[in-house]
T-cell receptor, first 114, second 114 residues
């Protein structure tokens, strides 16, 4: 089984709808991240969480919110979806040990907002 | 401001040749640097980490160099194969201690042809 899973894998929604993307991990990592990636562009950090009680905004948090329900779960919500939020969304965890970290990515959620 | 620069133009090389990708950075003093591979529509996968006190790191056909004076890392794939075709991202650590986190470059796409 995959260590970092994302649901759904694909989603089509309409402008104005609220949607939630979910991420679960079995790696036991404290740190979790949400990124978006537009075609041909790099990863943009939306939100990150260093533990269940520590949630931080990334570079493009407007229009998004998150919830860290448990160490293993980190959800991303689009409060009122708009077409320019159409993108590929990745969840990641990291094995930060106080000195260094490596990130482990989920398979991605492809979101289309009509 | 902090910047991580990777060549946005795709690198096209012939099978069997050595591919060299560049990562330049400004206003960072990273304790380490990482390289990830990303296949289309999938999440990045960690390949190699090199620390600031290491000049070179090797793993099978991969070699990474890290020059903190030039603020540059080079990523080499020797005897390249079509299966090496992917986008390669460098990532730097910023901040310190528990506040540190990784930031990714935009990646360079490598295309290996027969």
């Amino acid at each position: 089984d995959a260590d970092v899973t994302q649901t759904p894998r694909n989603r089509i929604t309409k402008t104005g709808k609220r949607i939630m993307l979910e991420c679960s991990q079995t790696k036991g990592h404290d740190r979790m991240y949400w990124y978006r990636q537009d075609p041909g562009l790099g990863l943009q950090l939306i939100y990150y969480s260093f533990d269940v009680k520590d949630i931080n905004k990334g570079e493009i948090s407007d229009g998004y919110s998150v919830s860290r329900q448990a160490q293993a779960k980190f959800s991303l919500s689009l409060e009122s979806a708009i077409p320019n939020q159409t993108a590929l969304y990745f969840c990641a965890t990291s094995d930060f040990n106080g000195f260094q970290e490596t990130q482990y990515f989920g398979p991605g959620t492809r979101l289309l907002v009509l | 401001s902090q910047k991580i620069e990777q060549n946005s133009e795709a690198l096209n090389i012939q099978e069997g040749k050595t591919a060299t990708l560049t990562c330049n950075y400004t206003n960072y003093s990273p304790a380490y640097l990482q390289w990830y591979r990303q296949d289309p529509g999938r999440g990045p996968v960690f390949l190699l980490l090199i620390r600031e006190n290491e000049k070179e790191k090797r793993k099978e056909r991969l070699k990474v160099t890290f020059d903190t004076t030039l603020k540059q890392s080079l990523f080499h794939i020797t005897a390249s194969q079509p299966a090496d075709s992917a986008t390669y991202l460098c990532a730097l650590i910023s901040g310190s201690g528990t506040a540190s986190k990784l930031t990714f470059g935009t990646g360079t796409r490598l295309q290996v042809t027969l």
